[in-house]
């Protein structure tokens, strides 16, 4: 199924083959979180987002059993899930500071 089809099904609740989803991080945010290891996650998430559609298409095309595709599938969808948690702990706890900061301004304001 085209991502384009997927989409459509998922609009009008017509049982998508996956629920599509962007991770996205302003980018007037990101200079508040160390870039170096934020970057690396995303790009490894985006390589293990890669992977899961090419296990899908060469299980579509035969190439993969149906407990290969099963296992592999799992493995990288626990290793995107790790990804999502690792990000969302990294900015997290780079925003903690800021918005502590904040709050004590608000108390100072009174």
Known sequence: ???RENLERTVRFGKP?????KYHINPSCWHHYPQEQLQELMAEKETVY?????L???????????????GLRERHEERAAALLK???NHTAATAAPQASRKARREKRRG
């Open 50 to 54: 890669a992977a899961i559609q090419e």
């Open 17 to 21: 083959e996956r629920i599509p989803m």
């Open 86 to 88: 690792a990000i969302d």
């Open 56 to 70: 899908d298409f060469d299980f579509k095309s035969g190439k993969l059993s149906v407990e290969d595709h099963r």
């Open 1 to 3: 199924m085209l991502d």
